[in-house]
């Protein structure tokens, strides 16, 4: 009789495993809800009075900045950092292969030019050394991103735009509080970006932040995003210190890209009352996992290197399968290992280099975006094409799915040879 259920054995987990949601029922969470809106807390503030900016507060100074910014997503966040730096049309960015498409999305509405970049092949992070030799005289800015909460070489990426006068854009929404060399990850470039929105280790179910300690960007991604009472002069109880941005106190820039209160409601309780102690808790439960699976053949579970002093909110697990070695496509392993009912997948984040939009998809304005020719990213390739995905459990709420998890691995490992080809 075979042993695994893709065989026609009895799976491991009667039936399926629910699919895995963050963040975990808080009760506390309703009632912060309910408290604000029995206060009649505005669902509309006019400014950063409020929640609004207690939450902005609590951003810059658990992050290390001087400034924080609330916006409707962590996109919005990125599109006002790289509006606030004044990329315009025809700037070259660097950006890496391997990233959500939302890290260059917003420059491609701005006109400018996205340059992809390859990538480490063991953590998924923009390849210093590659990212130095895209540099053209075009070159203005390099946006990154932490992949799964490993931060990128942040000394080398310091240096190089330093080197070469550019600015750094890092989008951390991988890695809320990860941690490089004993300094928080986010302050190392000129603007940090994060998402605080889907099942993010923050989230308000949508929201972003950008945060910085440089007052002139401050002030421009305020002005790009807000109008009315936060685009007034400081003198005139808003935002703006800057005289010569005077005439724009009624109209900001023109848009609107704030966040929702009660998203920020939700965010500023998971900051005061969990953030800690779910940084902890995943982390002790994925390094488990990583010990767990570690001896397994042909499966690398995700790279820490020497100097990640913490992974953050390790947005994702994603053990890497070589595919060659153990005769089988990755497809077929999470196949089998789905039908002994856990919750496992194919990693979804495919390089940039595959999207339509960045190979001259128009944007609705009929303007086809500008990318610099795509080439060959071996190292990208590579990576993306071995990733799983498994959910980030975190504490003893998530111990006994992460046991059942370790438990099918090894059972399918042990009869990888009953796994149709």
Request: some cysteine; charged content about 20%; aromatic content about 6%.
């Amino acid at each position: 009789m075979p042993h695994l259920a893709i065989a026609g054995g009895p799976p491991l987990l009667p039936q399926p495993q629910p699919r895995w949601r963050w963040p975990p029922p808080d009760d506390g969470t309703h009632h912060a809800i309910a408290s604000y809106l029995a206060a009649h807390g505005p669902l509309s503030p006019r400014g950063a009075e409020g929640i609004i900016g207690e939450c902005e507060v609590a951003l810059a100074t658990r992050f290390g900045c001087t400034h924080a910014l609330l916006c409707a997503s962590g996109t919005m966040a990125l599109y006002s950092a790289f509006a606030a730096l004044g990329i315009a049309p025809g700037d070259e960015v660097l950006c890496p292969a391997i990233t959500f498409h939302a890290t260059a999305t917003p420059l491609l509405h701005l006109g400018a030019r996205v340059v992809l970049v390859d990538v480490e092949p063991d953590t998924g992070n923009i390849d210093p050394a590659a990212l130095a030799a895209a540099i053209t005289p075009r070159t203005v800015a390099v946006v990154t991103n932490a992949m799964w909460g490993h931060p990128v070489e942040q000394e080398a990426v310091r240096a190089c735009c330093d080197r070469h006068r550019l600015a750094w854009v890092e989008d951390v929404s991988h890695a809320h509080g990860a941690i490089w060399h004993g300094r928080q990850v986010g302050t190392w470039g000129d603007i940090c970006c994060m998402s605080l929105g889907a099942e993010k280790m923050l989230t308000g179910g949508l929201g972003g932040a950008l945060l910085t300690s440089r007052r002139d960007l401050y002030e421009r991604a305020v002005l790009v995003g807000n109008y009315l009472f936060r685009s007034r002069q400081r003198t005139d109880g808003g935002d703006i210190s800057d005289p010569r941005f005077a005439p724009l106190a009624r109209t900001g820039y023109g848009l609107k890209l704030s966040c929702h209160p009660l998203a920020a409601v939700v965010i500023r309780h998971q900051l005061t009352h969990h953030f800690e102690t779910w940084i902890a808790e995943r982390h002790a439960s994925l390094q488990a996992l990583r010990r767990d699976l570690a001896d397994l053949p042909g499966l690398q579970p995700p790279t820490i290197r020497a100097g990640v002093e913490s992974m953050g909110a390790w947005y994702g697990f994603k053990p890497w399968i070589d595919s060659q070695s153990l005769g089988l496509s990755r497809q077929r392993i999470v196949a089998a290992l789905q039908a002994e009912g856990i919750d496992i997948d194919v990693a979804s984040s495919p390089p940039l280099h595959h999207l339509a939009l960045f190979n001259g998809f128009p944007l609705p304005n009929g303007r086809t975006p500008q990318t610099a020719p795509l080439g060959s990213f071996p190292a990208a390739e590579r990576y993306a094409s071995g990733l799983l995905s498994v959910p980030t459990y975190t504490g003893a709420r998530d111990e006994q799915r992460r046991r059942e998890l370790v438990a099918a691995f090894r059972k399918v490992w042990e009869h990888l040879d009953e796994i149709p080809r």
